[in-house]
């Protein structure tokens, strides 16, 4: 993440994104695999360490082995054909996207910090300073709700973060930077969609006055 500034000098955070190139490795169809969908693949992978499954898929489709392939679902039969390269021409500054990542790791946590409990009193003596409080029911029925907030593993979950502005794009370089912050951590791979919630920007100052 970093920080730009926009028309009015004010301070955007922002989050730098590269955003391509992605090669299309494989189109579905739904006459043949159920569903439409298009595949495409993003970074470079030795061909010593693909294996020869993956190996023979590149080959077939006649591009470079690569790092991450992503499967995106399409409402009809996509339009691209097996090999073309996907940038980001397809983006438009100002207009809202949606970031599909993988959260950050946190390990084995707690109530407190998986879910945000306030703990008991931090005084001595209490024995209840962290813990979650009552889990089960009485005898009858004698088990814990599904659902009820326990400790457990937190993060490494699918989230989306809707309605992201993009403020900046360089197409020379692939880049393209989106206002707030993302999910996962440095490195990790995005699937960046258009908005599905159509966010129209307020109508500039000048159009206000002209209706007054």
């Not at 969908?37 to 898929?57: F, L, V």
């Not at 993060?155 to 993009?166: A, M, Y």
Request: hydrophobic share 30%; proline share 7%.
């Amino acid at each position: 993440m970093t920080q730009i500034y926009d028309e009015g000098n004010a301070l955007i955070p922002v989050t730098v994104i590269q955003a391509g190139p992605c090669s299309v490795s494989q189109i579905k169809m739904e006459e043949t695999d159920g569903y439409n969908a298009i595949q495409i693949g993003y970074g470079k992978r030795k061909a010593s360490r693909t294996n020869r499954p993956m190996g023979g898929h590149f080959k077939k489709a006649k591009i470079q082995p690569c790092q991450t392939l992503k499967e995106v679902r399409c409402p009809k039969v996509p339009e691209q054909k097996i090999g073309n390269v996907l940038t980001v021409k397809g983006f438009q500054e100002g207009q809202f996207v949606d970031i599909i990542g993988t959260t950050r790791g946190k390990g084995f946590q707690g109530v407190v910090k998986r879910y945000g409990f306030a703990g008991g009193p931090s005084s001595h003596g209490s024995m209840f300073h962290r813990r979650g409080g009552s889990y089960g029911q009485c005898q009858w029925p004698g088990e814990v709700d599904k659902g009820r907030p326990m400790p457990g593993h937190a993060g490494n979950e699918r989230r989306t973060v809707q309605s992201l502005k993009v403020m900046k794009i360089f197409e020379d370089k692939n880049i393209i930077m989106v206002k707030g912050s993302i999910p996962g951590s440095r490195g990790t791979s995005i699937i960046i969609r258009d908005a599905k919630k159509n966010r129209v920007p307020p109508p500039l100052n000048n159009e206000i006055e002209t209706l007054q």
